[in-house]
């Protein structure tokens, strides 16, 4: 699939580690560091704007080194990013550490991964087809 995009930071564009990554890393694009404060969050700059296909999204996903030694998260996981938005892609991080954690320009903050999608059309009813499950949720499989 290929993607316009525009990358007005000083970093080069999210890229794909690995072969079998699903997910691009976003980087911070700062003119100074910004420090979280325990429980506190930020709305992170990445200075990447994109033009997504019709059909397709973006979702923008905590990256766990970061969520599993430092606390870091993204908060509103996985942020959705809609094909018609054009504004830059920026991430709200959340310090839910006890510890300060500074976020300095050029870090990778969370990762993106691209993904088609479908609209549903609205079926109304009266009712709905049966399963062994039912209206069971919440823990009721008991796995």
């Not at 990447?48 to 606390?71: D, H, N, T, W």
């Not at 954690?101 to 009266?126: C, L």
Request: glycine share 10%; net charge negative; charged share 25%.
């Amino acid at each position: 699939m290929k993607v316009k995009i525009i990358n007005k930071s000083k970093h080069s564009l999210p890229q794909y580690e690995t072969l079998g990554s699903a997910g691009m890393d976003l980087r911070a694009d700062l003119q100074e560091p910004i420090t979280l404060k325990p429980l506190s969050r930020a709305l992170i700059p990445t200075n990447i704007f994109m033009e997504l296909p019709l059909g397709c999204e973006a979702q923008v996903r905590p990256r766990s080194g970061l969520a599993i030694k430092s606390g870091i998260t993204v908060l509103n996981t996985p942020g959705t990013i809609d094909a018609d938005y054009r504004g830059e892609i920026k991430v709200i991080l959340v310090n839910l550490s006890d510890a300060d954690f500074t976020i300095n320009d050029g870090d990778r903050i969370a990762q993106m991964v691209i993904a088609k999608h479908e609209r549903a059309e609205w079926i109304e009813t009266e009712s709905l087809s049966s399963t062994d499950r039912g209206e069971g949720g919440f823990g009721h499989t008991g796995k």
